[in-house]
């Protein structure tokens, strides 16, 4: 059971205020608004509260500035709890109106729900050119439609979901949405007359009902956070976009000279003033061979092609030059130049990047221009160099270790970036300081939105836009999940950025009609559990960090140290060379949080995970540690962009596309009766049932019926062998037992095993199909070898008897053996695992003789495991099934040190890779420390 983090006596809670429908506060309102502001002032005085895990960096009158308490707040929200509760409340009261069943409010009740789904899968790509989607940029979202279709599906009107790394708040905008009938129908759905959601008019079974659920936002960032809040907020959109443009008229005011140019030329007897859009700013190279400087963008840019040459020539010697050359190209790097000078703003000499002015786009009336900077404008570029912004802006050091701040860095890029304000150039630091400035006097009622649409426009302003072509729409664009600096980036105005941005805010906010009491937010790692109570979300949707695809605080940086609040990176789930995170780290830290999860999330009730990362290692890494806090996985499946499907995943090597795995909490009544019967024959039979009860019908789908893995025997005794291992017992059936018992218990269907009721329901669907789809193996070991051969030799499967000569051939196409794997050859793998016919035919043996061989093949494997045993070294070659079953076999004795031992001659990639070999170890490693162990969770 998670804890929860208690206030003082003092600071128990008021009644939540009801908020007003309409956009106007009343002064009993604010009142309210100004006593829970008071509260959060307390909490934040209480040393404990400041104790929770990913505590932002920042002052508490930053925090107070941010918070609108009590439904988002800056820092972990204390007022989670009640408003969970009266979410809880409220949801009772819905659901009694709707003639639902309603469980207790603050239970784990889900059997008088009589709740129950089946895993879903949908398009995470739906819906990217929807305004709410383009409002605020962000190194990863995934748009709100598409989570719409997973809400819809797995929850009810008034149900809570929770979002452990929300980002920009999607899930709260999709959470909400689901109440809107024309937001639901654009999704393809039809809403009939009662609010029932349909897939197609005339349908009789519902989808959903239409009605908005409520959500809790969590992000270990703040400007994270910050963006959440604000999708997930009403907006009066015309008196937004009127602040906003009184606002721009003021900066305008006062900066516009800054952004101006004769046109066509300073010295042309006709010129008029031109309004700059932006400058073309170019890197200064240097010829390592003569000493020559050159300006990149003279030698290198290709405005004919609109692209940047590999190479070029030095105008003063002729060597042949490249900014990255290859080693065996035989060209020589042209290095860039660095300037030392005076840094007013951090009273110290520094060293940066030479650049240079090279092209200015300019607009005069509705006509836009093009010139190279002429002398006024040279001028006017080293009168503002010796300018300082009158208004204040942030100047973070963003070292870390020596000169390197982060695994973002990149030498020669980012030479003499050492602080914040070195991103910038001093006149759009001067344009962004007065922007800011100008927003913190504004209108109270407006200032967060106002700082969500500076917020969205402050890596605009940043030396990271690239010039990319002479295209328009591509001057103002950053590589998306980095901090690179290019040798030509672009300088933009205010009204270039500002105008568009406020136009697709406006926009985005005109469309949405949300409740602000409809979703929480709180600034806190997913991976503290005090603030929730358990047992109280109904639905839990996530697309985490996955290992280091993403440095979300070094990313989230530049906008922080504007908002006054900053990242704690302590509990960041990455890998990070700078933070000191490998592998190890990244899982400890994601098991952490899907053990809070687990603790949060309903029994019997579901998870969905996007997973997008090509890593087999990182993959192995979520799969663990979804498994190790209790979660059982129900569906992995990608989607086939080309087809527009999706596809099972049966390989963990299978990991290029996007994934998106579905986990369920078990239920409380059989979580409790098979830890009380401590891992029990009967218990394990238990386990395969309720987990076969949580598998989908396979489909039927233009006359092919889907053949589902999760339903075939091996899979089924890979997920009973897990559970009983992550909760530290010994496990009562062996693979022959397992194998002889399940046809006897489960009806068989097309290499499939259901309960009965599921098999009368896949039998209809079956009358209708012309075959069964077979699923797509490759081999890479003897575990998939033995799958690939069971699939080829049973009939059910769509396969038969074959001679040695007939399998031969399509085995060794379908062989892509891992380089460390002692695979058998394949009559070897025939003779221990399938018999012969008269004909020579190899075919898969009955249940009883089955339980022959596997016996006699486990004899053979546990020979080969003792050599292992008996060794020193790191192996280079070994027979995976052999250590998975030395493992096996050492795990029901409990003998933790032989499998330690064993795993410490195994690659580390090995390890990595291979999820049951993992699982073995990381669960020896807990017990081997801490000793017999009671289950952790339940």
Known sequence: MTKRYIPNPDQQPDLIAEASAEYTITPEQEAEKERYRERLRLHLKDPAFRQIEGFPLGEDDAILALSDPPYYTACPNPFLGEIIEKWQAERAALRKEMGLPVGSALAADEAAEGYQREPFAADVSEGKNDPIYNAHSYHTKVPHKAIMRYILHYTDPGDIVLDGFCGTGMTGVAAQLCGDKKTVESLGYTVDKKGYVVASPGDEQPISRLGARKAVLVDLSPAATFIAYNYNTPVDAKAFEREARRIIKEVEEECGWMYETWHPHCDDPKRVKGKINYMIWSDILTCPQCNTEMVFWNVAMDRVKGNVRESWE??????????????????????????????????????????????????????RCEKHPDKEDLALVGKIETSHSTYPFPIFPMMLIGEEWGDTWRAGVHAGITHTHHFYTPRNLILLSTIWSKIRAADEKQKRILYFLCQSLAMGYTKLNRYGATHFSQVNRNLSGTLYVSSLTTEVSL??????????????????????????????????????????????????????????????????????????????????????????????????????????????????????????????AIQEAILRAGFMIADVRTLDKQGGTFKQITSTAAVKQDLIISAYKPRAEFEQRFLAEGGSVQGAWDFIRQHLEQLPIPALDDGVMETLAERQGYLLYDRMVAFHIQRGLSVPLSAAEFYAGLPQRFLDRDGMYFTPSQAAEYDKRRLGAQKVEQLALFVSDEKSALQWLRQELN????????????????????????????????????????????????????????????????????????????????????RSEAVRAGFHQAWDVRDFTTILKVAERLPESVLQENQQLLMYVHNAQLLAEKGPRQERLF
């Open 495 to 620: 009204q270039y950025a500002f105008a568009g941005k406020l136009s697709r805010l406006y926009k985005a906010f005109n469309s949405l009609h949300l409740d602000s009491r409809s979703a929480c937010v709180s600034t806190q790692s997913a991976s503290e559990g005090r603030l929730i109570l358990d047992n109280t979300v109904d639905y839990i949707f996530i697309d985490p960090p996955f290992g280091s695809n993403l440095m979300y605080s070094e990313l989230n940086f530049l906008w922080e140290v504007w908002l006054g609040v900053i990242t704690s990176t302590n509990t960041e789930a990455i890998m990070n060379v700078k933070q000191h995170k490998g592998l190890p780290e990244y899982q400890f830290l994601m098991e952490s949080c899907f053990v809070n999860f687990i603790c949060f999330l309903k029994p019997g009730h579901w998870m969905t995970v996007e997973f997008h990362n090509s890593q087999n290692a990182i993959w192995n």
């Open 795 to 878: 009939p059910e499967s769509g396969g038969g008897p074959q001679t040695y000569q007939d399998l031969q051939p399509k085995f060794i196409r379908e062989l892509h053996q891992a380089r460390h794997e002692a695979l058998p050859e394949l009559r070897t793998i025939l003779e221990q695992n399938f018999l012969q016919d008269a004909q020579e035919r190899w075919y898969v043996p009955n249940p009883e003789r089955q339980a022959d061989l596997d016996a006699l093949r486990q004899k053979t494997l546990l020979r080969e495991f003792a050599e292992y045993c008996l060794g020193k070294g790191k192996l280079k070659v070994f």
């Open 314 to 367: 030095c105008p003063n010697c002729g060597t042949r030059l490249a900014k990255s050359p290859a080693r065996d190209g035989g060209l020589l790097k042209a290095e860039r130049s660095l300037l030392t000078s005076f840094d007013p703003d951090l009273g110290q000499v520094t060293r940066h990047v030479k650049q240079a002015p090279v092209l200015i786009n300019y607009s005069v009336g509705k006509e």
